[in-house]
């Protein structure tokens, strides 16, 4: 083995030790530590905890507000999961033949680049009781009865935080799509074009087809953003009225700053943890049933395709 190949061998062994050393430090070692604290009552300022068993889990299961925070988790992502086919048919407009699409692509991915805190100090505001720009809008369409308490009746609060969420994170799948959309080869679609193929069946067919790995991320990132919503409640409504607008997060870092249970709160940062990855598992099964593996489709092009 000559010098040349041991500096290679050398440098590719550093290049892959200092990931390794980092996710060991700042993910694997913090997993582990809080899996460890969720066993304890720590209050977060005490030198000594006490080992408690599974009692942290056990009031868990039982708190309801909780469960509600979590039930609210839930309608941000519903209201993010139906937007996913309204995202992918502006995207397949954005790439089209579109006049001063670039200018329409920048403002669409303006919201997301935008401080999430700014944004849900800015909809504060538009949303306020108190000459509110939204009711203003409402008033001058003639619609002044539909006024509401916007971000103090429990039961569209949440619809509103969503909506918000909704504004900042769209332009963020959207672009991801677009990407997704001009990696398809155009061969494929000029073919397509030629043997007859309408818009939608090109895109049924063989757009939706050629993103799914794409869309499979999306969706993944859907699940994620909606169980780790923070900001945008914790600014507008500070999770209230009461425990109406809470999130799963929001009600963990109270847990452990405002209550000072910090055992209990990292025994809900473990759950969630082992929710999005039980989540993440199911999805992907259930998103590639009836898919051939690929070593099976590899199996098939040897025989002849037979």
């Known amino acids: 083995m000559n010098s040349l190949t041991k500096k290679r061998n050398r440098f590719i062994i550093l290049s892959l030790l200092v990931p390794v050393v980092l996710l060991i430090?700042?993910?694997?070692?913090?997993?582990?530590?809080?899996?460890?604290?969720?066993?304890?009552?720590?209050?977060?300022?005490?030198?000594?905890?006490?080992?408690?068993?599974?009692?942290?889990?056990?009031?868990?299961?039982?708190?309801?507000?909780?469960?509600?925070?979590?039930?609210?988790?839930?309608?941000?992502?519903?209201?993010?999961?139906?937007?996913?086919?309204?995202e992918m048919a502006i995207a397949v407009i954005l790439t089209s033949k579109l006049r001063a699409a670039k200018a329409y692509k920048t403002i669409v991915f303006l919201p997301y680049i935008i401080n999430g805190v700014a944004i849900a100090y800015a909809f504060s505001y538009f949303f306020s009781p108190v000459n509110g720009a939204f009711d203003s809008i409402l008033e001058v369409l003639h619609l002044g009865g539909l006024s509401?308490?916007?971000?103090?009746?429990?039961?569209?609060?949440?619809?509103?935080?969503?909506?918000?969420?909704?504004?900042?994170?769209?332009?963020?799948?959207?672009?991801?799509?677009?990407?997704?959309?001009?990696?398809?080869?155009?061969?494929?679609?000029e073919a397509a074009n030629v043997d007859g193929a309408n818009a939608f069946q090109i895109f049924r067919y063989?757009?939706?087809?050629?993103?799914?790995?794409?869309?499979?991320?999306?969706?993944?990132?859907?699940?994620?953003?909606?169980?780790?919503?923070?900001?945008i409640p914790f600014v507008m409504t500070q999770g209230g009225p009461g425990y109406a607008s809470s999130t799963f997060t929001l009600y963990t870092i109270k847990t452990a700053f405002t209550f000072n249970n910090f055992g209990l709160a990292s025994t809900m940062a473990v759950a969630i943890m082992i929710l999005i990855v039980i989540i993440y598992v199911v999805q992907n099964r259930v998103l590639h049933i009836g898919k051939p593996k690929p070593e099976k489709v590899l199996r098939i092009r040897r025989k002849g395709g037979k």
């Open 148 to 189: 509401q308490n916007w971000l103090s009746d429990p039961k569209i609060v949440n619809f509103v935080l969503a909506f918000v969420s909704l504004w900042k994170f769209s332009g963020y799948h959207i672009v991801l799509f677009i990407a997704a959309l001009q990696s398809v080869p155009k061969d494929i679609v």
């Open 206 to 231: 063989i757009q939706v087809p050629s993103i799914s790995l794409v869309l499979d991320f999306i969706l993944f990132d859907n699940i994620r953003g909606a169980l780790q919503v923070f900001d």
């Open 25 to 86: 430090a700042f993910v694997v070692f913090p997993a582990v530590d809080l899996f460890r604290m969720s066993f304890t009552n720590w209050d977060g300022y005490s030198a000594n905890s006490n080992f408690i068993g599974i009692e942290n889990y056990i009031s868990m299961f039982k708190n309801k507000d909780l469960w509600l925070s979590l039930r609210n988790n839930g309608i941000y992502f519903a209201v993010h999961l139906l937007m996913i086919p309204v």
